[in-house]
């Protein structure tokens, strides 16, 4: 049996019950393996597999707070802190019924990956708890932040662990976490990221991940020498990835035509409204299907996700396998070109394996949704240095960034030998450099 498979193996019965972190590893180590073969000895020796699929540190914890009428609830939290051998723990907090230790595993997992890609010097974590902020008052969010916060402080820091947004968790919730940090600790100083801009933020944070998933489609595309104009786009989710990537595709010239939630999708044949979306969700923090009160011609699909409509651009941007090897089917039988990942791992392995049989171009969440910590790595530059750069600023290293991790990404699966291959692109190029660093650093 290989390195590779024996220590999948290990994964699978070691850590039952997770099956979100076994897909997400079995994604890496089957794309790995040409890399690993090569440095087989080197990389047993050190056992480097071994070590790199165990996190350094898991933190759970209870979390109780004080609802509206008076009722004690009590939530689970956790932090998983999965390898800082390139840089302090980096990644974000995800507040959603779903979150339990397999699912963020899987998502700490893909962080190790995603932030060495991007260059900066940032390792992989994941936190988060099983509280749904959804049909909470904002003091009964408030509460339970500061209760989350109030075990969580103890281990993390600007130079140690830095956590930020993801599901649930927007600039309202990034602002408690943050003055509970402040006011348990005495220290103003960049410990989470997606800040509001008054205290800390970056320009460009909130639009990071959706811009940066659009300016990853224009790169491949211009590749195969095509672009962004013209093409008909599919958007799931309506949430803060969702919502800039839709706005980027429309200012580059696409038509956006689907957004959902988890209740159902809207379909606008003459392109969706960004702006009636944002007020919907956020101002409002209302139901995607509340865009057909406002754009009567829209309709609103029940119960549905948005894979059966004909579409050039598929752009997952809600959450894991949220696209299956049936729908990926369905994908392709109308004619889609590119499919750009803006939530984590939203295809399945069978729907990869569709894409990538049809000649779809394919590019994984860890690549194409890796704006969004890069520019929380920006932030955390800007706050050491006690500066602000403008949005230009911002937007124009960002864009720079997704240039050169497609860069990465291609030239890596051409050196591996498929060119097209940019899922074994995207995990060799990571995995190469914290690797590197952890037979470096010795066994530990
Ligand atoms: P938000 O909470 O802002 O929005 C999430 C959206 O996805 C909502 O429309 C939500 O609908 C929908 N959704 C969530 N869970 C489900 C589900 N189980 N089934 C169907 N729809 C669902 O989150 P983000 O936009 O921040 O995150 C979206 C994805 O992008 C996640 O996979 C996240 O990990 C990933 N990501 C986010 C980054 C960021 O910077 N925010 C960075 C990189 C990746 P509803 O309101 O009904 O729950």
């Not at 801009?197 to 959706?210: F, K, Q």
Request: charge should be neutral; include cysteine; glycine fraction near 12%.
């Amino acid at each position: 049996m290989s390195y590779v498979s024996e220590v999948f193996e290990k994964v699978v019965r070691e850590n039952p019950n997770e099956p979100e972190f076994h897909q997400a590893v079995k994604e890496v180590f089957t794309t790995i393996e040409p890399a690993v073969i090569k440095n087989e000895k080197l990389y047993k020796d050190a056992g480097l597999l071994e070590r790199i699929v165990e996190p350094e540190r898991i933190i759970s914890f209870r979390v109780p707070w004080v609802d509206d009428k008076g009722q004690v609830q009590v939530n689970k939290g956790y932090r998983i802190q999965f390898n800082s051998a390139i840089g302090p723990y980096k990644g974000g907090i995800r507040l959603h019924p779903s979150v339990n230790q397999g699912i963020l595993k899987f998502l700490g997992f893909e962080q190790i990956f995603k932030n060495s890609l991007t260059g900066l010097p940032m390792g992989g974590a994941k936190g988060g708890s099983n509280f749904d902020p959804k049909g909470k008052s904002d003091n009964e969010v408030m509460r339970f932040c500061q209760s989350f916060m109030s075990e969580l402080y103890k281990y993390i820091g600007k130079d140690t662990d830095v956590p930020a947004g993801d599901i649930g968790t927007g600039a309202r919730e990034i602002g408690y976490f943050f003055g509970q940090y402040k006011k348990l600790t005495g220290l103003y100083e960049g410990v989470l990221t997606g800040k509001g801009l008054t205290y800390g933020g970056s320009l460009t944070r909130t639009e990071a991940t959706g811009f940066g998933v659009v300016y990853m489609a224009d790169e491949m595309l211009k590749d195969a020498h095509d672009g962004i104009e013209g093409k008909v786009v599919a958007i799931s989710g309506s949430g803060n990835v969702a919502i800039y990537c839709a706005k980027k595709f429309e200012e580059l010239g696409a038509k956006v035509i689907t957004m959902s939630d988890s209740n159902g999708y809207i379909y606008d044949g003459n392109g969706i409204n960004v702006d009636v979306v944002k007020e919907i969700k956020e101002v409002r923090r209302g139901r995607i299907k509340e865009y057909v009160d406002t754009v009567k011609s829209a309709k609103y699909v029940e119960g549905k996700r948005p894979w059966g409509e004909k579409v050039d651009i598929a752009a997952p941007c809600a959450t894991q396998n949220e696209v299956s090897g049936e729908e990926a089917k369905t994908l392709v039988s109308n004619g889609v070109k590119l499919v750009v990942e803006g939530a984590n791992m939203p295809l399945t392995l069978e729907a990869i394996k569709v894409m990538q049989d049809n000649k779809v171009l394919y590019m994984p969440g860890k690549a194409a949704n890796a704006g969004g910590v890069s520019v929380s790595g920006l932030e955390m530059s800007q706050n050491s240095i006690r500066l602000s750069w403008t949005f230009e600023e911002v937007d124009e290293r960002l864009k720079g960034i997704m240039k050169n991790i497609y860069k990465q990404v291609t030239e890596t699966a051409s050196e591996y030998g498929n060119k097209d291959d940019f899922v074994m692109g995207a995990n060799i190029a990571g995995f190469k450099k914290v690797a590197t660093a952890m037979l470096a650093q010795g066994i530990c």
